[in-house]
């Protein structure tokens, strides 16, 4: 009895944080029944595994299955529900500020500005040139005398550790318009997909709103891994979200700008994204994410680039995170804790309890991505961002560890990143 009420409790919790988060309103009484089902179908399996003490390799697929299903299931339905939301909305005539960073990258400047530069005069286009030599800024002076709604200015740096969009971001949000628009230099969103943001934002009178960031700009292996990487951020997002956290991936927000007037970065800033992610939820800040609405982005082609991007993006957030510990972080350090030591213990409730976990969360990666893209490209990129997920679970324990066993504050002034990022 004991066995079958845990059970019901950890699937349903996981039920119940999807069915709030991912669907809101979409009045789906079919996916309703479907959810149920699937708990008391996966806590029967849990229980019946337990009672014959079977081996747990049936149930690592059947788990995963279930996991997978319900992700693709709620998903679907929330994009199918965006969709009916994207075709009744109205375009509203508001001042919109899209700025972004860019240095030594004469092809991403082209690809904004080309992109941007057609956007109706109510759209403005701010380019920071943080001190580029290869060319950047003086492309960007003379496509200013093209484009009317472009302007380009050289970024001035404090004296600060922060990240170069950290600093535009605190500038653009000085100037006098009604929305500000966060995004990397190769981040592009078109007319429709921004204008439906904003009127969404306007109506709902949110503090901001977000896109979803994709990589599906060429068929290869880093961009399916990449692609998956972005969904499984967003599906983080709706978990950590429940105890208090916030992941802020980096590009595709859109701000109100009265909301954002007191923002300001600290002396040292190790990940201008975290930072943000933490100030809107101390401060309370209303905002919605649009799973349909699409910021595409580059990567980098080679697999080995991505990946250790993927790690420097991992520590800077974690060392900022540890500033202001949260019930959320506590979590991961849990979870990484119980991971690392159920390998350990292959018999005790911890490794069953690590074993489960894993199981639907990657039963839910997989879900998603087939939710979102093709069988191929969901299948190639899930496999290999599992092994990148494997290594930056092991590098996670060993940042959390390293804070932990550090009796000085060095590691959170920025002794890991002692120069500032570029």
Not at 19 to 43: D, G, P, Q, T
Not at 63 to 73: P, R, T, V
Not at 240 to 269: A, M, Q, W
Request: hydrophobic letters at 45%; a positive charge.
């Amino acid at each position: 009895m004991r066995n079958t009420v845990i059970i019901h409790v950890f699937v349903g919790k996981i039920a119940v944080i999807f069915k709030l988060e991912i669907c809101e309103v979409v009045e789906i009484n079919l996916l309703r029944n479907v959810i149920m089902f699937v708990v008391e179908f996966s806590a029967l399996f849990f229980v019946l595994f337990l009672r014959l003490n079977t081996s747990y390799g049936w149930l690592v697929i059947v788990f995963f299955l279930i996991s997978a299903m319900l992700a693709y299931l709620l998903f679907k339905s929330r994009l199918r529900y965006e969709k009916k939301l994207k075709n009744m909305s109205n375009t509203i005539s508001r001042e919109i500020l899209i700025f972004t960073v860019i240095k030594d990258d004469i092809t991403a400047a082209k690809r904004f500005v080309e992109h941007y530069g057609n956007f109706p005069q109510n759209f403005h286009v701010l380019v920071f040139d943080d001190k580029s030599v290869d060319g950047t800024y003086e492309y960007l002076t003379n496509a200013s005398k093209k484009f009317k709604n472009l302007e380009v200015r050289t970024l001035k740096r404090s004296e600060r550790i922060l990240h170069p969009k950290g600093e535009a971001l605190e500038k653009a949000l000085k100037e006098n318009y009604d929305f500000i628009f966060l995004c990397d230099g190769d981040s592009l969103i078109s007319l429709n997909d921004l204008n439906f943001l904003a009127s969404r934002m306007e109506e709902k009178k949110l503090d901001y709103i977000s896109a979803q960031r994709r990589n599906t700009e060429k068929e290869r292996v880093s961009y399916y891994s990449a692609d998956v990487n972005e969904i499984f951020m967003s599906l983080m997002n709706v978990l950590v979200s429940t105890v208090g956290g916030n992941i802020f991936p980096g590009s595709g927000h859109l701000f109100r700008r009265e909301s954002f007037k007191d923002f300001k970065y600290e002396s040292v800033c190790l990940s201008e994204d975290t930072y943000i992610g933490d100030w809107i939820h101390r401060h309370k800040k209303r905002g919605e994410k649009f799973y349909s609405v699409h910021v595409e982005e580059l990567t980098p082609e080679k697999f080995t680039l991505k990946l250790f991007q993927m790690l420097k993006w991992t520590k800077n957030g974690i060392f900022e995170r540890l500033k202001r510990p949260s019930w959320g972080t506590l979590l991961q350090y849990f979870l990484l804790f119980t991971i690392i030591f159920s390998t350990f213990r292959p018999h005790s409730c911890l490794f069953l309890v690590a074993y489960s976990a894993f199981t639907v969360l990657f039963g839910m990666i997989f879900g998603a991505a087939l939710a979102f893209k093709k069988v191929k490209p969901a299948v190639i990129g899930f496999l290999v961002f599992s092994f990148e997920i494997f290594l930056s679970t092991l590098y996670n324990f060993y940042l959390y560890n390293k804070v932990a066993l550090n009796k000085s504050d060095d590691s959170l002034m920025g002794n890991f990143e002692r120069t500032k990022r570029e």
